[in-house]
């Protein structure tokens, strides 16, 4: 077919390519209604079924529509002149109008059927994808819950005093921390008076919080995690009780050792920067020193070591071992980003579904791939997962965060 200038040759092109946009959809549909452009239609439709692979259209079927738009002259000779072929005062004959309408009425047949044809195959070919879902990062979210059990969602609540607990000073400051502040001091730094009051800081999932604790100690906390602590610390020692994972910045106190009851485990600080993972759904619970000096279970650690205790039970205390570790990884998540190093399929999903807060299911055979590099927890989880299709993961987002990861 020879190329016409013409916006709507143009758009049918997009069209039978399956390249049109929806844009450019509504606008063939509004300039075949205005019946302005048939011809250029009609052309780029007749060369179109001619084009078609032999088999996947009758001829048969095509021809007589065909004839009669390529061969007007034919169909009139097929007529006698004394039915009426001449015209009249200018006008044309009965004869003539009539082939003029049967015509006009092939060529809508042809275009809307050649339509048809069209928009069935753009339509099996290219199905219109459903809206995307985004899902975004999560943030400084968290729960507090006081000796009282009364309850207070720190993402909403304002800056500054939000309770008294005993006397100790219950504060929320900027950026996502919470401190207690000690009215008074006795010989370790604490106030009796609040020694049997418990707070709870509970993340959920796609929430992290900050805390400083009584005595100083700063403790990052990751989502789907909690920390049990006394709103004052009292007698020879520091203890507080954890969940799903958090990074501490103990206070050195030799004559009062801090304590981390974790999973079945006991972490003892000796002065210590360091990493617990003790989430339920992880296949061992990891203790990573950064700096310092901690025992876990009785075992010594040194800095850039990691505790691994497999086989925890209700009745057993699991395995345990001590190997060289990866400080960096251990505590990417408090730094902003996602450490995927030599991390598989799973591990890798069951840190975005707590990030993200979305339920991760499997369709076929679990792929097996292993990760290597960071990326920041700042990002989108599309933008996330758009980075590991090139591990040839292949995904699917549906409402209600649920992602669906297929072979």
Same mark, same amino acid.
């Given at each position: 077919?020879?190329?016409?200038?013409?916006?709507?040759?143009?758009?049918?092109?997009?069209?039978?390519?399956?390249?049109?946009?929806?844009?450019?959809?509504?606008?063939?549909?509004? =300039?075949?209604?205005?019946?302005?452009?048939?011809?250029?239609?009609? @052309?780029?439709?007749?060369?179109?079924?001619?084009?078609?692979?032999?088999?996947?259209?009758? %001829?048969?079927?095509?021809?007589?529509?065909?004839?009669?738009?390529?061969?007007?002259?034919?169909?009139?000779?097929?007529?006698?002149?004394?039915?009426?072929?001449?015209?009249?005062?200018?006008? %044309?004959?009965?004869?003539?109008?009539?082939?003029?309408?049967?015509?006009?009425?092939?060529?809508?047949?042809?275009?809307?059927?050649?339509?048809?044809?069209?928009?069935?195959?753009?339509?099996?070919?290219?199905?219109? $994808?459903? %809206?995307?879902?985004?899902?975004? %990062?999560?943030?400084?979210?968290?729960?507090?819950?006081?000796?009282?059990?009364? @309850?207070?969602?720190?993402?909403?609540?304002?800056?500054?005093?939000?309770?008294?607990?005993?006397?100790?000073?219950?504060?929320?400051?900027?950026?996502?921390? =919470?401190?207690?502040?000690?009215?008074?001091?006795?010989?370790?730094?604490?106030?009796?008076?609040?020694?049997?009051?418990?707070?709870?800081?509970?993340?959920?999932?796609?929430? +992290?919080?900050?805390?400083?604790?009584?005595?100083?100690?700063?403790?990052?906390?990751?989502?789907?995690?909690?920390?049990?602590?006394?709103?004052?610390?009292?007698?020879?020692?520091?203890?507080?009780?954890?969940?799903?994972?958090?990074?501490?910045?103990?206070?050195?106190?030799?004559?009062?050792?801090?304590?981390?009851?974790?999973?079945?485990?006991?972490?003892?600080?000796?002065?210590?920067?360091?990493?617990?993972?003790?989430?339920?759904?992880?296949?061992?619970?990891?203790?990573?020193?950064?700096?310092?000096?901690?025992?876990?279970?009785?075992? =010594?650690?040194?800095?850039?070591?990691?505790?691994?205790?497999?086989?925890?039970?209700?009745?057993?205390?699991?395995?345990?071992?001590?190997?060289?570790?990866?400080?960096? +990884?251990?505590?990417?998540?408090?730094?902003?980003?996602?450490?995927?190093?030599?991390?598989?399929?799973?591990?890798?999903?069951? $840190?975005?579904?707590?990030?993200?807060?979305?339920?991760?299911?499997?369709?076929?055979?679990?792929?097996?791939?292993?990760?290597?590099?960071?990326?920041?927890?700042?990002?989108?989880?599309?933008?996330?997962?758009?980075?590991?299709?090139?591990?040839?993961?292949?995904? @699917?987002?549906?409402?209600?965060?649920?992602?669906?990861?297929?072979?």
């Amino acid at each position: 077919m020879n190329t016409i200038n013409s916006r709507i040759i143009y758009l049918w092109q997009q069209f039978s390519a399956r390249q049109a946009t929806r844009a450019e959809l509504d606008e063939l549909m509004e =300039l075949l209604s205005s019946g302005s452009h048939d011809e250029e239609s009609r @052309q780029y439709l007749q060369q179109l079924l001619a084009d078609t692979p032999a088999g996947e259209e009758d %001829p048969a079927r095509w021809e007589p529509i065909l004839q009669s738009i390529l061969h007007p002259v034919r169909t009139l000779e097929a007529y006698p002149a004394e039915t009426g072929n001449a015209s009249v005062a200018g006008r %044309p004959s009965p004869v003539r109008r009539w082939v003029r309408r049967a015509m006009t009425a092939a060529a809508v047949v042809l275009l809307l059927v050649g339509l048809t044809r069209l928009w069935r195959t753009y339509r099996a070919e290219s199905p219109v $994808q459903a %809206p995307v879902v985004v899902v975004a %990062p999560g943030g400084n979210r968290a729960v507090l819950t006081l000796a009282g059990g009364q @309850q207070i969602i720190l993402d909403s609540a304002a800056t500054g005093i939000l309770a008294e607990q005993g006397n100790t000073h219950v504060q929320k400051l900027g950026d996502g921390k =919470l401190a207690y502040e000690a009215g008074g001091r006795g010989d370790n730094g604490t106030r009796g008076a609040a020694s049997s009051l418990y707070n709870t800081l509970t993340t959920p999932r796609g929430g +992290q919080y900050q805390l400083t604790l009584p005595d100083g100690t700063k403790v990052w906390l990751n989502a789907a995690s909690s920390i049990t602590y006394p709103t004052a610390f009292t007698g020879n020692s520091r203890s507080v009780e954890m969940t799903g994972e958090a990074y501490f910045e103990v206070t050195h106190d030799k004559k009062h050792p801090f304590t981390v009851k974790a999973g079945g485990q006991v972490i003892q600080d000796i002065g210590t920067h360091f990493n617990v993972n003790v989430y339920t759904d992880e296949p061992a619970q990891v203790t990573t020193l950064l700096e310092g000096a901690v025992s876990v279970s009785g075992h =010594l650690l040194r800095p850039g070591e990691k505790a691994t205790i497999t086989g925890v039970t209700a009745t057993s205390a699991g395995d345990i071992r001590v190997t060289q570790g990866d400080p960096d +990884q251990a505590v990417a998540w408090k730094n902003g980003l996602f450490n995927f190093t030599d991390a598989g399929v799973e591990t890798v999903m069951r $840190q975005l579904s707590r990030w993200y807060n979305v339920d991760v299911t499997y369709e076929g055979n679990i792929p097996h791939r292993q990760f290597q590099g960071m990326i920041g927890r700042s990002l989108t989880l599309n933008q996330v997962l758009k980075g590991l299709t090139k591990e040839q993961v292949h995904y @699917q987002i549906e409402k209600g965060n649920r992602l669906i990861i297929t072979p």
